[in-house]
């Protein structure tokens, strides 16, 4: 199955679609997206990038790691 992330898509949607995100996403730093409530009401109105920013952190690093993982990204 080709794993394709849509940049576009919120993150409670990304996560929806692939459960292991939660855990690369945590590992990653985004500690929140382990809360069911969190990712339901905060993930559903966030799209990946503007989580990064929110967080501070750099989406080109996010997005690499996600690439090693094998995901392809479309934005």
Do not use: H, Q, W, Y
Request: net charge negative; with cysteine; aromatic share 6%.
């Amino acid at each position: 199955m080709e794993k394709k992330l849509d940049l576009k898509k919120s993150v409670f949607e990304l996560t929806e679609e692939f459960p292991e995100l939660i855990e690369i996403l945590k590992a990653l730093g985004f500690l929140g997206i382990t809360n069911f409530v969190m990712r339901t009401t905060v993930g559903r109105i966030t799209t990946l990038p503007e989580g990064c920013k929110k967080m501070g952190k750099d989406i080109n690093e996010v997005l690499n790691v996600l690439k090693e993982k094998g995901f392809e990204i479309v934005e």
